[in-house]
């Protein structure tokens, strides 16, 4: 059930901010990006309504503003990728049920999802070859087709690898992911000194656990209502938030 009252400060916001009334604001009115201010990040931080999270969302991550600015559709993207067998379009059929096997949308060949989650998985692995395919990409992508239309999941796909994450996040080479493990090392050594220290006297690689946090933007570790939250702000705030999280579930722990 949704915060009414948290609806309506959201909806006085976009009306202040666009100059309507609320009765005649729709969201096709509506900026494909909303101007940063300290008031909007308070009521991302308050949460977002589960019912406006498609479309702020879409706007917070500027995924809308690449889907409006791209070159090629959606729909010309899917049919370049459809024929394509590379090794990332093998992989992706492999990994189709094991993405999410525990929930109905992509238990089975025949599920709703499972159509979806590859047409998006074939698309990005399309449009960056660099990366192809990462089991990471394919756990997010599964995340988002559950609350958004298949076109917009995959530009928030789009918007998280190019914009949202450091650059080779999902490549092979993992390097933009190792590389923020390193730096996650050095805050905890900053930050958590206790912890550095039993972590140094244990021999413990802490990034072992960490990396697939990261790599997946906790859509494999947290439950879905906490995961919505992690992902309003993270799709405003981008991978800090990340970190902060991670610092904070490491000091409680």
Known sequence: MEDAPQRLRWQAHLEFTHNHDVEDLTWDKIAVSLPRSEKLRSLVLAGIPHGM???LWMRLSGALQKKRNSELSYREI???SSNDETIAAK?????????????????????????????????LAWLYPEIGYCQG???????????????DAFWMMSAIIEDLLPASYFSTTLLGVQTDQRVL????????????????????????ITLHWFLTAFASVVDIKLLLRIWDLFFYEGSRVLF??????????
């Open 185 to 208: 090392r050095h805050l905890i050594v900053q930050y958590l000194p206790r912890l550095d220290k039993l972590l140094q006297e244990h021999d413990i690689e802490l990034s072992l």
């Open 137 to 151: 990409t394919g756990m997010v992508a599964a995340c988002l087709l559950l609350f958004l239309e298949e076109e």
């Open 91 to 123: 992989q992706i059929e492999k990994d189709l049920l094991r993405t999410m096997p525990s929930n109905a949308c992509f238990a089975s060949m025949g599920s709703i999802g499972v159509p979806r989650l590859r047409r998006v998985l074939r698309a």
């Open 53 to 55: 999270r498609p479309q």
């Open 78 to 80: 899917v049919k370049n």
């Open 244 to 253: 902060q999280l991670t610092l904070g579930m490491l000091h409680l722990k």
